[in-house]
């Protein structure tokens, strides 16, 4: 069977919505799910390696509510998702303490957002705080870079990087371009195929070490607000 990561690591460039999907594409609600009820936050698969990616709020390990997002940066619904619905769960959950919000990479959608992934791993290693304004140009510019393919989002990226943050540019693009950053893009899709993540955003949420549900597709503030009784 091929997983994910062959396909992103040595099958091609053609789009990877063939695998799964961004639910802004190809459907979506908010659903939720509770199949891995009584998993712990220590034990789910989506959660490997959760303490290395980024975040905003506390250690996982230390947060009363733990919200790990898979997204892609070329996903529709993972852009409302940014937009409208994180901002609110940092003024409100995270700010406070109360929570810690993990991005876990999860390119599935358009072909440019696998580039885009490698990106965002290559300047996380250098600065947390490029990588969110990175990610947020991503979001932002979906239909730009879109239009322009996936040819375009290196050089994009270097020039976005050169006017707008403290990176050397052409250093993280090598670092994206040349297998650098390989085991950490391959950490997040390995995580999503274990925790069986077919469509983006999912946001599984956990409470005091526990696993209480996912959504998946229009996630709400209430929602998540709602799952981890915060």
Known sequence: MTTRRDYLFGL?????????????????????TDDDGGQSLADHPATAGLDAQPRHGPTPSEATGVIVAFEDPSCPRCRTFEQNTVPEVRSKLVDPGDAAFVFRGYPVVYDWGEPAARALEAVYAESAAAHWQLAAHYFAQQDDFRGAGREQVYPRTRQFLDANTELDGEAVVAAAENGTVDDAVGTDLDAGEAASISATPTVLLFRDGQYRTRYTGSVSFSDIETALGL
Do not use: I, K, Q, Y
């Open 12 to 32: 091609g460039t053609a789009t990877t919505a063939a695998l799964a999907g961004c639910a802004g594409v190809l459907g979506g609600d908010g659903s939720s």
